[in-house]
């Protein structure tokens, strides 16, 4: 571990200004971009993107702007930052000006670029901008409503089902989302990092009946190239681990992130599987498609993660859009999850019944592949559960009769025992 300093930790504080990388031109994205598939893909809010940057950002170069660096350094993370790109709401700039006592602000140029300044209701604002709303704790709500801290073994290491561990490896996050479950853990950064993982790595060397990992955070694609290479290589060598899974946002918040050499490191984890954080269809821009068709095009194993949200993402039009977009760039929509009861998250949170008619608007109208299993993470710390609208409409000896995506009901025969 000798050959790790800190300074090769993304410190948000300390990150260094811009410079462009020795052999990117200012014309010149990442490489790999070069031979994606987007021919006949339609990226409407390109022209969003190109028309914040000439405004906000009009010295910067696309060397810059496509450096993951650069998104960094110019994340957005006050109230006086952001008046710069817009004018915040009356609940907004109540939550902005009570940053200390509210979960953290950070959000990306890029980002913010996707937002339109002049919606105050847009979907992709209400995610990441503050509003006052999330001060109004509701009974039922917590501070760590699926009982992370019971099933913690050692700091950062969550074992609560039988064969597989959730790792937290940072708190930090480039873009933080307003409804995040662990909103009381995550913000700013880790103290001790390398010893930390020092103690989640032992654990689960000594727990040979952990065979997947689940690697997240924060947001484990904010660590440097080295440090991931070097958390990776660890667990790869731990034989009864047969596969890791990296949770992570950044596809969506900073494309820019997933680079040549990132995409080096992943590929000496074999299996990897990808659990991309997904909301909204805006959030599938041309950068994003790319990231994610450079992911697959890496081996690695692509599936979206979708948390239900009012105002956001919840009708049966904008969840089918998001899938499909996904589906094209090879992320297969894996869970769609009814937001957990989160201190301050009311405003965010549909009805289960809500839920259930999106999936029936789905099921049978699009292709299974489109389809993500929703789930409620249960309260308490019982695992996630399979919430199913009512296809099995009633049993005799004979017969299990089923009602259809057409609302017709078909009868299938059942065996005697
Ligand atoms: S990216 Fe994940 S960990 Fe980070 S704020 Fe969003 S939900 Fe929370």
């Not at 670029?113 to 001060?135: F, H, M």
């Amino acid at each position: 571990m000798g050959q790790f300093n800190t300074n090769e930790i993304v410190i948000i504080d300390d990150v260094e200004p811009p410079l462009i990388r020795s052999g990117e031109s200012s014309d010149s994205p990442h490489p790999h971009h070069q031979n994606s598939r987007l021919s006949d893909a339609q990226y409407p809010l390109d022209g969003r993107i190109e028309e914040f940057r000439k405004l906000h950002f009009p010295d910067a170069t696309d060397a810059m702007w496509n450096d993951w660096h650069w998104q960094l350094f110019h994340r957005i993370t006050t109230y006086h930052d952001l008046c710069r790109y817009l004018v915040p709401t009356a609940e907004e700039e109540q939550a902005l000006r009570q940053a200390s006592t509210l979960f953290h602000f950070s959000v990306t140029p890029y980002y913010l670029s996707l937002i339109d300044p002049n919606d105050t209701q847009g979907s992709l604002r209400k995610c990441v901008i503050p509003s006052i709303l999330e001060a109004d704790h509701q009974s039922g709500e917590s501070d760590d409503p699926l009982s992370e801290e019971h099933t913690t073994k050692v700091r950062g290491l969550v074992h609560r089902y039988p064969d597989r561990v959730l790792f937290l490896t940072t708190s930090f996050c480039s873009t933080y989302c307003r409804y995040c479950t662990r909103s009381r853990m995550v913000g700013g950064h880790t103290e001790n990092l390398l010893k930390h993982w020092d103690e989640a790595l032992s654990y689960i060397e000594e727990h040979a009946e952990v065979r997947d990992v689940v690697v997240s955070g924060g947001d484990p694609l904010t660590l440097s190239d080295e440090m991931l290479g070097y958390l990776l290589s660890r667990l790869g060598a731990i034989g009864h681990v047969e596969m890791v899974r990296i949770g992570t946002k950044v596809p969506m918040v900073m494309p820019q992130r997933i680079t040549e050499q990132l995409l080096a490191v992943l590929k000496k984890c074999k299996p990897l599987y990808m659990s991309i954080h997904a909301t909204h269809p805006d959030e599938m821009t041309r950068e994003a498609a790319k990231a994610c068709d450079a992911l697959a095009d890496a081996g690695i194993v692509l599936g979206s993660q979708t948390v239900l949200l009012k105002g956001v993402n919840d009708s049966v039009e904008t969840l089918k859009n998001l899938f499909h977009k996904l589906l094209r760039h090879r992320v297969r929509p894996y869970y769609l999850y009814q937001c957990d009861p989160i201190s301050g998250s009311a405003h965010f949170r549909t009805t289960v019944d809500k839920g259930k008619q999106l999936m029936q608007g789905l099921r049978g109208f699009t292709s299974g592949y489109a389809i993500p299993q929703y789930v409620i993470d249960t309260p308490g710390g019982g695992g996630k559960v399979p919430i199913l609208p009512a296809y099995e409409v009633g049993q005799d000896e004979q017969h299990l009769y089923l009602r259809n995506y057409e609302g017709k009901v078909f009868s299938y025969p059942t065996e005697r025992e």
